[in-house]
């Protein structure tokens, strides 16, 4: 199983930006897909999901209201949209998938992407 992740960059506070995970392997009926993020010094945070069925979503505080995550079944890949970036969010971005038990876990992970790093500038 792999996940690909993609889609970070350098981008200017109040900007938008669109990460990418395409998912090979298996099938996930029955997984979430979740993107996480780990900043300098900071613990690894768990900043949204969605399940692959019904495509039910989770979003951290941090970035509810300005961000999007959403599936495509078809091409296996997962996106999150986020708007109105800040600094406080450059961080390494993966996302990862485990079974889904019916709550939005922050841990016990089975697969992980390879990170894609973002950057917002002030």
């Known amino acids: 199983v792999q996940l690909q992740a993609s889609g970070g960059g350098l981008v200017q506070a109040g900007g938008s930006l669109r990460l990418s995970c395409t998912a090979s392997?298996?099938?996930?009926?029955?997984?979430?897909m979740a993107w996480f993020r780990q900043a300098p010094g900071k613990e690894r945070e768990l900043v949204s999901g969605i399940t692959w069925n019904t495509g039910r979503t989770y979003y951290a505080d941090s970035v509810k209201g300005r961000s999007s995550i959403s599936r495509d079944i078809v091409k296996n890949t997962v996106y999150l949209q986020m708007s109105r970036l800040s600094p406080e969010d450059t961080a390494v971005y993966y996302c990862?998938?485990?079974?889904?038990?019916?709550?939005?876990?922050?841990?016990?992970?089975?697969?992980w992407g390879q990170g894609t790093l973002v950057t917002v500038s002030s």
């Open positions: 990862a998938a485990t079974w889904f038990s019916g709550t939005w876990s922050a841990t016990d992970y089975d697969y």
């Open positions: 392997g298996r099938t996930f009926g029955g997984y979430i």
